[in-house]
């Protein structure tokens, strides 16, 4: 398994911008479906946004589309998210995941077996 650690989180107003980085070590960075997932105190850890290994296909929740850009980086070993027009209910706690050569990519918790610790994204109205 390889190690996550992400960074990036903070505080912003709405309508703000912020950009989620998550450095990826352990294994060949290439070899893994990446993905962003979040959770709210309350809430369940929901999926926002992944992209595959293999053919770069993106999925994104609906709740983030337009807003949220996810990329992975190849030389830096590290994924990113970019979140534009940010809102009160964006706020939460922001988790990367990995997974080692899925042969399809997957939008649930149960699908990637690697995770960060976490990083506090809070938006004020």
């Known amino acids: 398994q390889v190690q996550l650690v992400e960074s990036g989180g903070g505080l912003v107003q709405a309508g703000g911008s912020l950009r989620l980085s998550c450095a990826v070590s352990?294994?060949?960075?290439?070899?893994?479906?990446l993905a962003w997932f979040r959770q709210a105190p309350g809430n369940k850890r929901e999926f926002v946004a992944a992209i595959n290994w293999n053919d770069n296909n993106i999925y994104y929740a609906d709740s983030v589309k337009g807003r949220f850009t996810i990329s992975r980086d190849s030389a830096k070993n590290t994924e990113y998210l970019q979140m534009n027009g940010l809102q009160p209910e964006d706020t939460a706690v922001y988790y990367c995941?990995?997974?080692?050569?899925?042969?399809?990519?997957?939008?649930?918790?149960?699908?990637?077996?690697?995770w960060g610790q976490g990083t506090q994204v809070t938006v004020s109205s």
């Open positions: 352990g294994d060949t960075f290439s070899r893994y479906a």
């Open positions: 995941a990995a997974e080692r050569a899925p042969i399809t990519l997957g939008y649930e918790q149960d699908d990637y077996s690697s």
